[in-house]
């Protein structure tokens, strides 16, 4: 989890600079956006590559969403994912309020050397109210050919 965290506040500083301050395409931050849900498959079999859809809702209109955040965490054998979104600083932002969620699809390879019997994924779901961070946490497990 401190990868995470050191990554954000990375990611962060390197994206707030800016070339040129007028162009406001150029002033920018990163930060995750919650999962809400995902679509997982029922299993995964080693050398076959899968489609997980994550559900989110962008706060404003200033959000773009920019890929993912995949990391291994080889202490607990699970996948960190978190939905990362580019935060343009304008103070035109428009709410996004009672839209339906949108999909990101992350494409899951499972390796044909794995030996495990199951995958856990967290995915990022946002702070509590103590400022940790919160994970939706998925096991899939892992079936031969």
Known sequence: MRKLLLLL??????????VDG????SNFHVEFIPTISVEMPEHV??????????????????YVFDGFYYD?????????????SKVFEQNDCVAIEGSLPEVATLNFECPTQYTGTAYTFKFYKGLDANGNQEFLEVEVPITEQ
Do not use: E, M
Request: glycine share 2%; aromatic share 8%.
């Open 9 to 18: 506040a990375t990611l962060c500083i390197i994206a707030s600079c800016s």
């Open 22 to 25: 007028n162009d406001p395409q």
């Open 72 to 84: 291994i965490d080889a202490t607990n054998n699970a996948r960190v994912v978190a939905i990362q």
């Open 45 to 62: 079999t080693p050398g076959y590559t899968y489609a997980i859809k994550l559900y989110y809702q962008r706060p404003t209109d200033c």
